[in-house]
């Protein structure tokens, strides 16, 4: 048997509680339809295709272990966005379908409570997000999101003064924050965990520390492993970020890694200093964001800050000691009562991320045995766990309002080769630095933050 590989130290969620993975393939097996990738979307797959016809067989090959990739790693913010920013999304889409994507996504996030309230424990807390400005430029930007909002419809978002938000959650950078009610924060590795549970009940087969080596589509769909194989009928591509292992997927996305540390628990006077009662979710407003949240142990996860593309599509870069420094020192600029805090965990992973930043699925080439999913960008919490039923539908190639939905099989622009790929991710993330600092410089110059400390 393959040996489990280190996935414990892949982030603080993967190792806090002892987990026994399944065993690997042995053998040569027949499929209905074969899984590739034990993430939400292979195992959310799993599940609803298993209760839609008990009678398939259904088969899941995960490289490590479950949640080993993005979905055991992530910060476990539950969110209605879909893509970079609502703006963004009504720039490349327009209106009606911005729209669309914002109803979907609040059913998407009702659906990651109605797992928690089916009993599944995964630490589900829903205490809405504050996306803070920390200067003027961002004021205005999430101003405009919230004007946008209202445009279309939306409910349940509004603008926070600086004073109000300090009532909230305390720091000297904040100017105001778009509060929006719809978000929930969770423990993904738990979920990922429970929702293998769930696929296991209804009836899917998983096989753990199965990479799959190789995919041939013709005559039949066949899938290589070390120690086995799978003849299926249809194949389902649930890799997102490792996508590019497959030639079939390698010009979709950018694999683009996004780093977190994560302190000791707080201690109820470092907490006082920050207030954060309500324990919500909270981003900035910076195109390479911070996102930050307490755990159910009040360690406070700090994340973000840059999001870097390794020429090739390098994978494994799950540590980057710069990033982790930045954002250590980020910690106490935001939360100088949090100075000298200990650090326990440092991790990063992979999020997948198309050249329009937005997510896409659906049938590869038009080929309706081959179904994948990928460019969840950092925002794949609730997409992954709802997109189980779009693909379940594409399987079955059954015509409904989720496969009706404009993301999908929608046509997606394909990334250039090498270098020029790297040369045009560089120049993305340095676009986007040179815009966060060029604004935070133009605040200082108006007004220097107050009682913000330097470590
Ligand atoms: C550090 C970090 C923070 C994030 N924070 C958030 C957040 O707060 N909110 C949010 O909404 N999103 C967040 N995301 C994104 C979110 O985690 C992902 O969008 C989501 O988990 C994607 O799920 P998935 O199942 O599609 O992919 P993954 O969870 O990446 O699953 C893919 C699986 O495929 C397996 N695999 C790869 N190659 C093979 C192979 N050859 N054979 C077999 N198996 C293979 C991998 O091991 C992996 O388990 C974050 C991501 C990261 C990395």
């Known amino acids: 048997m393959a040996s489990v590989s280190d996935y414990a130290s892949k982030s603080f969620w993967l190792g806090a509680t002892p ?10 097996i ?31 090959l995960e490289s490590d272990v479950v949640g080993y990739g993005a979905s055991g790693r992530n910060a476990g913010f539950a969110m ?47 205490n809405g997000l504050l996306t803070v400005a920390t200067n003027r430029d961002q004021v205005n930007r999430l101003q405009s999101e919230i004007h946008l909002a209202h445009e279309l ?24 924050a778009r509060a929006e009610e719809e978000c929930a924060l969770v423990n993904p590795a738990k979920l990922a965990r429970g929702m293998k549970n769930l ?3 209804a009836g899917a087969d998983i096989y753990e520390q199965t990479p799959v080596e190789a995919v041939h589509l013709r005559p039949r769909v066949r899938l290589e492993t070390p120690r086995g194989s799978v003849a299926a009928e249809k194949v389902v591509f649930a890799t997102n970020a490792f996508s590019g292992r497959f030639p079939q997927l390698r010009s979709k996305a950018f694999p683009i890694f996004t780093y977190i540390v994560l302190t000791e628990p707080l201690t109820q006077q470092q907490l006082s200093t920050i207030g954060w009662g309500g324990r919500q979710g909270i981003e900035d407003a910076r195109n390479l964001i911070h996102y930050y949240r307490l755990t159910a142990d009040n360690r406070l996860l700090m994340g973000g800050r840059d999001a870097i593309y390794y020429y090739g599509g390098r994978l494994g870069v799950d540590q980057h000691r710069p990033t982790f420094e930045q ?53 794949g919490v609730t997409l992954s766990n709802m997109v189980g039923q779009i693909i379940r539908d594409l399987v079955r190639e059954e015509k409904t309002e989720l496969t009706d ?10 990334l250039p080769p090498e270098p020029v790929r790297f040369v045009l991710a560089q120049g993305i993330r340095k676009g986007m630095a040179l815009q966060d ?15 913000a400390a330097r470590v």
């Open 327 to 379: 954002l250590e020192r980020d910690i106490v600029e935001t939360f100088p009562g949090l100075a000298g805090v200990g650090i326990a965990h440092r991790w990063g992973g992979p999020v997948s991320v198309p050249l329009d930043f937005f997510p896409a699925m659906g049938y590869l080439g038009g080929d309706r045995r081959v179904i994948y999913s990928l460019g969840c960008v950092g925002h």
């Open 80 to 126: 209605t966005l879909l893509g970079l920013t609502l703006t963004v999304t009504r720039w490349r889409f327009g209106m009606e379908k911005a729209r669309q994507a914002h109803e979907f996504m609040v059913r998407a996030v009702k659906h990651v409570g109605e797992l928690a309230e089916q009993g599944l424990d995964f630490d589900y807390e829903r």
């Open 153 to 176: 419809g939306i409910e349940g978002v509004r603008w926070l003064e600086a004073g109000e938000l300090r009532e909230e959650v305390s720091s000297p950078l904040y100017l105001g």
């Open 199 to 201: 696929a296991e009940g």
């Open 30 to 60: 027949r499929a209905d339809v074969a899984i590739i990738g034990a993430g939400f979307t292979g195992l959310s797959t799993a599940y609803y295709l298993r209760r839609a016809d008990p009678s398939l067989r259904v088969v899941v």
């Open 437 to 451: 600092n060029r604004e935070a410089r133009r605040q200082a110059k108006v007004e220097p933050p107050v009682g």
């Open 19 to 28: 987990y026994e993975a399944n065993p690997a393939l042995e053998e040569d």
């Open 405 to 414: 939905l404009f993301f999908v099989n929608r046509r997606v622009i394909p």
